[in-house]
Structure formats: C-alpha cells, structure tokens
C-alpha cells in the first residue's frame, strides 16, 4: 500500500539556519506530493504542492522537488524564522483514477526554531 | 474566501455516549473526507464522499457512521464512545468536478471522551 516516511522530529534551528526535511514515499503511479503544515491549536494547512516528477513546489519561502528516481520530496528553507515553528506532514494523493481518494500522510516532523 | 467549515470546535463526552460532527465543505467542492488525529499522531483516513456517496472508506470503526447531505455537508456519528475516540477530527473538502486534488482542512473538532 501507500505510504510515506519522514525524518523524525523534532528538529531544533536557530533563527536564519538552513532547514532540510526529509520525505520519501511508496505508492504505484504517479501520485501527487503535498507539504502541509500545522501550527499549535490548529488545522492542517496546504504549505505546497507538486503533481508531476520534477516539478517545484513553493511557498512562502519553502521549496519541495518531485524527485521520481529517488521517490522523494524534501522540504527545504533557506532562513527560518521563528514563526516558522510547527509540526510539518508530508502526504500522497494517488489520483481519482486510482479510486483511492484520501491522502496518506507522513509521520509529521516537529520543527522547533531558537530566537 | 470561504474556508471548511466544522461544529462543534470542542466537545466533551462520556463513554458509551454519542457524538455527532458537522462539516460544511467550500462552496462548490463536492468531495468530503473525515481524518482523525490522535495526540502527537499523524492524521488517519476514516472515510469520504463523492456526490452524497461513499467514495472511499479508511480506518473507521464500525461504532462510527457518516453521510454526506443534499447541500454537501457532511455529519459523522459517532457511538458508544470509547476513551481512546478522543482526537482531533478533521473534515476537508475538494472538487472532483474541476480535478482539483487538493484538500482544503477545516480547523477541526477537538473530542474528548471522559
């Protein structure tokens, strides 16, 4: 079945280091890749998407690359900010097509920045 | 612009008693899903809905049941309760109609079971 696999957390940066979360997945196809975040007391936001390999997704200074060859998708951020503290879910949409229409999500990995 | 909806955005039960969730999708989207989040836990599948049908079931339990309305609102039931339903219970949204795979979340209801 589907799944997906991220670093585990939580991982703790000082303001303006570089940020690297790693994801990787399993899935038949070619299924779309999402990035969600989740800041403390609330619900899922879509940070950034890509749908097909070799796309970028980007957001808000994030960056993610649809890597087939090496079924990644990692999270990247060149100078986090404290604001930028949350749990982070990397998930899988393996198409209507398929007749599987949920998302599988990642673990989430836990971000943690130090003034 | 409009965003998912959810009532209640907390409730506290007792076990063996019932619950019922509310989701109202953005307007347009024809597409609701249900996810539970355990503390500290990933979001799990339960179950979702195309058009006032069930077009995907996940790891929802027997005790648990939902439908998908007229208007597109969707309600999950939930009896029986037991302490371990306790979790953060996310409803999201998409269009199916405009291809568009991204699921919109709502804030939540956050369930307590005593």
């Known amino acids: 079945g589907d799944s997906v696999t991220q670093m585990e957390g939580p991982v703790t940066l000082s303001e303006e280091a570089f940020l690297t979360i790693n994801c990787t997945y399993t899935a038949t196809g070619y299924p779309s890749l999402f990035w969600y975040v989740q800041y403390p007391g609330e619900g899922l936001q879509l940070l950034l998407k890509?749908?097909?390999?070799?796309d970028k997704g980007s957001n808000k200074g994030f960056e993610a690359t649809y890597r087939k060859e090496t079924t990644s998708f990692h999270l990247e951020k060149g100078s986090v900010q404290v604001s930028d503290s949350a749990v982070y879910f990397c998930a899988l949409h393996r198409g209507w097509d398929t007749g599987r229409r949920a998302l599988t999500f990642g673990s989430g990995t836990r971000l943690q920045v130090q003034p | 612009a409009a965003g998912v909806i959810q009532s209640p955005r907390h409730l506290i039960k007792e076990k063996r008693e019932t619950a019922t969730l509310k989701c109202y999708p953005i307007?347009?989207?024809?597409?609701v899903y249900w996810y539970q989040q355990g503390p500290g836990q990933d979001p799990q599948f339960l179950i979702s809905f195309y058009e006032k049908m069930q077009s995907d079931k996940g790891s929802i339990p027997d005790r648990f049941s939902a439908q998908q309305f007229s208007d597109y609102h969707s309600e999950l039931n939930m009896s029986s309760l037991e302490l371990g339903d306790s979790a953060l219970y996310f409803c999201?949204?998409?269009?199916?109609?405009?291809?568009?795979?991204?699921?919109?979340f709502g804030p939540g209801t956050r369930l307590t079971v005593t």
């Open positions: 999201a949204s998409s269009s199916y109609r405009d291809k568009d795979y991204e699921q919109y």
């Open positions: 890509a749908t097909k390999a070799d």
């Open positions: 307007p347009r989207h024809d597409t």
